[in-house]
Nanobody, 128 residues
Framework: QVQLVESGGGLVQAGGSLRLSCAAS????????MAWFRQAPGKEREFVAA????????YYADSVKGRFTITRDNAKNTVYLQMDSLKPEDAAIYYC?????????????????????WGQGTQVTVSS
């Protein structure tokens, strides 16, 4: 079992930055693929970014590529999402997710069913 707790959300002006953190407790954090998803009011939860268990490979949604960076610190059992050049359309609840499956295709990192554990989410609000 893995418990995930997100933090770092808040209110920021457009063009600003935020850094989200996701602290994991439980076993074998370093063996889990980690991801961030987000959900805006009235919309489906969507993929934002993922990082492979070893930390060497990352994946991004086209909408955040070049602005967001996902990293992980396995010694601290924490994954981060650095969000720069924020836009009003980035406003959403951001969820951290962990998955223990071996994923053979890059496309698998983008789908919700590849992740077994979810945090409660942290709110990000971007004012224009």
């Amino acid at each position: 079992q893995v418990q995930l707790v997100e933090s770092g959300g808040g209110l920021v002006q457009a063009g600003g930055s935020l850094r989200l953190s996701c602290a994991a407790s439980g076993r074998a954090f370093s063996s889990f693929n980690m991801a961030w998803f987000r959900q805006a009011p009235g919309k489906e939860r969507e993929f934002v970014a993922a990082i492979r268990w070893g930390g060497g490979t990352t994946y991004y949604a086209d909408s955040v590529k070049g602005r967001f960076t996902i990293t992980r610190d396995n010694a601290k059992n924490t994954v981060y999402l650095q969000m720069d050049s924020l836009k009003p359309e980035d406003a959403a609840i951001y969820y951290c997710a962990a998955g223990g499956q071996i994923l053979y295709r890059a496309s698998a990192y983008y789908t919700r069913r590849s992740y077994d554990y979810w945090g409660q989410g942290t709110q990000v609000t971007v004012s224009s």
